[in-house]
C-alpha cells in the first residue's frame, strides 16, 4: 500500500505563488505514483479552484497541473462555508465541501501532511 500525503494549502493564490506551487508539487509528486494525493483548499486558497486562474500569481500552474490533480480520482477537498467560495464560479475542477472535522479526520489517515 502506497503512503498517503495531504496538500493543505492556505494561502492566497492572488497574492502569493506558493498555492500554485503546492499544487504544482502535488501533481509532479502524484505522477510518480508513490504516494497517494489529497488537496485541500482553505481559507482564500479555495480561489485556485476559479474559472479565471488568469486572475491567480502563477496562473499556468493552476491550467496546467490542476487537471493532472483532477486524475488522481479524488475530489479536491474545500473548507465547507469558505467565504470565498461563492467567488470562484464555475469551477473546471470536481470538488467537496468539508467540515473540519472531516478535515482532522482525513489528515489522521494520512501519512504526510505537507502545508502551504
Known sequence: MNPRTLFIVTGDPRKSPRPAE??????GVGAWKKTDITVYLRDAAVLALSEYADEL???????RYF???GE????I???KGAPLL????ESPMKYQEITDA?????????TYVIRF
Open 22 to 27: 503546492a499544487i504544482r508539487i502535488a501533481a
Open 57 to 63: 500569481v502563477d496562473e499556468d500552474n493552476y491550467v
Open 67 to 69: 487537471p493532472i490533480v
Open 72 to 75: 488522481f480520482g479524488r475530489p
Open 77 to 79: 477537498y474545500v473548507q
Open 86 to 89: 461563492a467567488d470562484i464560479g
Open 102 to 110: 472531516e478535515l482532522a479526520e482525513l489528515a489522521a489517515q494520512q
